[in-house]
């Protein structure tokens, strides 16, 4: 099984709505990434999860919250989100560490829409 | 991380080979040359990567310069399957599990 999963596929919600992306994937991967991609534009990293611990926090705005339950499991916590963070919202998964082969696997993305 | 340019689209016909080129002037020796493309509506994939030698695999050949400056992806028979954003990357051992995507090229392929 080399799929990573994602739901919901839509979302829309507003501005004082609170609301959570889920990603999940069985290859044993222990590295899992969320990317924001704008429309026409490619993705950036948001942040990275290695052995369920948070590496990398790419500066993100803190009303975007990261949760790694279990190594199959990530989650993506949103609250108070404004119009602008609407985006595709890429997951990923890989062999951890830092071997350059480790190829990234990507989920097909929740489309979320902030009114 | 060095940067890589790429033409922003390529046309091509179906069933003829694909010439994809990216220029990476500053890359250092220990970054290797990753491929990804995205279909329309899919999360990227991966599809190929070196660092010095040419290599093959079943969705496509990779060609870099000797001085390593520059890279070809090379699809051997376009289909229309194939019509994607295509991303250069370079990674670095040390970047860890980073990818920092650039503009791409948009490839279509015309039947």
Avoid at chain 1, 61 to 74: A, I, T, V
Avoid at chain 2, 30 to 42: A, F, G
Avoid at chain 2, 69 to 84: E, V
């Amino acid at each position: 099984d080399t799929e990573v999963t994602q739901t919901p596929k839509h979302l829309v919600m507003g501005m004082t709505n609170k609301k959570s992306l889920k990603c999940e994937q069985h290859m044993g991967h222990r590295a899992m990434y969320w990317y924001k991609q704008k429309a026409k534009k490619p993705p950036e990293l948001m942040f990275v999860y290695s052995y369920e611990k948070l590496s990398i926090n790419e500066s993100v705005p803190s009303r975007f919250s990261p949760e790694c339950p279990n190594s199959s499991l990530l989650n993506l916590h949103l609250h108070a989100l404004q119009p602008e963070d609407s985006a595709l919202y890429l997951c990923a998964s890989s062999l951890p560490g830092t071997g350059t082969y480790n190829e990234q696997f990507f989920g097909p993305g929740t489309r979320l829409t902030v009114l | 991380d060095a940067k890589t340019t790429q033409p922003n689209s390529m046309e091509s016909n179906e069933e003829e080979p694909v010439h994809l080129p990216c220029n990476h002037s500053t890359i250092s020796g220990t970054d290797y040359i990753h491929w990804y493309r995205q279909l329309p509506s899919q999360g990227p994939e991966y599809v190929i990567h070196g660092l010095t030698s040419n290599v093959n695999n079943r969705m496509a050949s990779l060609a870099i310069a000797e001085d390593r400056k520059s890279s070809t992806l090379i699809l051997h028979r376009a289909t229309l399957r194939d019509a994607a954003v295509y991303y250069c990357i370079l990674r670095r051992e040390t970047s860890g599990s980073r990818l920092t995507f650039g503009e791409g090229t948009q490839l279509t392929v015309n039947p």
